[in-house]
């Protein structure tokens, strides 16, 4: 082990081995973020569909058809790249691209359509055993949503899917991985700093996944808002079901940080906003649902 460890440290002793091994690194990086969308058919499907008792896949029923081509319609999306199904979390999920060969796998939760099942069997523990409770019952009615609100829900990961969300997190994380080695490189060849370069690369990592980490928060922050904000032009209905839809997400976040205890509340905040992830909490998973609530209720009223 040492000895491997002193061939990859004498190798890095090379500034021209830096840009090899940044170049060597980004591509396998690339390779990891884009394989779960290019690849999306041949486990995503599998691991998150729904089956029935009988062990049969669940079918969509018709609301679900008839709302998804809808929020295609509103949006201008031509359905035909997306393999809609049924799974059994309480969110939707999807992977891929329209333009990607294997497009799109749009997963829709069995509890999006009218009189959802949410009976016990459905919850985890130790949600099951308290279901029963004040706020186990909150839980259940937050989960069930107007069709406003549903095709809000549809059109808002549409609209993240039209603006190619993933290729973000797959074009910057090269980025910063070249500049972390190519930081290291100026520092050898300027003898700025006398340390050993394997040394110096870790002391770079840190600072530059921090600030990746912060990148990719304010991006994905941004983009969330800039679909809400198309959004709301698709008119009132959708403006109705994005107040219904961020109302019922805070509602079910509260409920779950008094179910789950010291867990819920390392996962959301008093109000309900789900709390930053990721190296010292840097990462956002989006705007707050308290603005973007705001932001919907504030658009509601004026138009």
């Not at 081995?17 to 969308?37: D, E, R, T, V, Y």
Request: some cysteine; hydrophobic content about 40%; aromatic content about 10%.
């Amino acid at each position: 082990m040492q000895r491997a460890i002193g061939r990859v440290a004498l190798f890095l002793q090379r500034p021209s081995n830096l840009f090899i091994s940044a170049g060597i690194l980004s591509g396998g990086i690339i390779c990891i973020k884009s394989a779960p969308h290019i690849f999306s058919g041949l486990l995503f499907t599998q691991l998150y569909q729904s089956h029935n008792r009988q062990g049969a896949p669940c079918q969509l029923v018709s609301s679900q058809k008839r709302e998804f081509r809808d929020v295609c319609q509103d949006l201008c999306i031509k359905p035909k790249g997306y393999d809609v199904f049924v799974i059994s979390q309480f969110g939707i999920m999807w992977r891929g691209l329209p333009w990607f060969s294997s497009g799109v796998k749009f997963g829709i939760p069995e509890i999006l359509q009218d009189n959802p099942d949410v009976s016990t069997e459905r919850f985890p523990e130790p949600i099951k055993s308290k279901l029963n409770s004040e706020e186990g019952q909150k839980l259940k009615k937050a989960l069930s949503f107007s069709q406003n609100a549903r095709k809000f829900a549809l059109a808002k990961e549409l609209s993240l899917i039209q603006k190619n969300f993933p290729m973000y997190s797959i074009v910057l994380a090269p980025c910063f991985i070249t500049a972390n080695f190519g930081l290291g490189a100026l520092l050898q060849i300027t003898n700025l700093v006398a340390l050993p370069n394997y040394i110096l690369l870790i002391l770079l990592t840190i600072p530059l996944y921090c600030v990746y980490q912060f990148a990719m928060s304010i991006i994905t922050e941004k983009t969330d808002l800039k679909c809400d904000e198309k959004l709301i032009e698709l008119g009132a209905a959708y403006r109705q079901g994005g107040v219904e839809y961020y109302e019922k997400r805070l509602e079910k976040n509260i409920a779950l940080r008094k179910l789950l205890g010291k867990k819920g509340e390392k996962l959301f905040t008093y109000y309900g906003n789900e709390k930053p992830a990721g190296f010292f909490g840097l990462r956002s998973f989006g705007a707050p649902i308290t603005q973007k609530l705001n932001r919907m209720q504030k658009s509601l009223n004026d138009k």
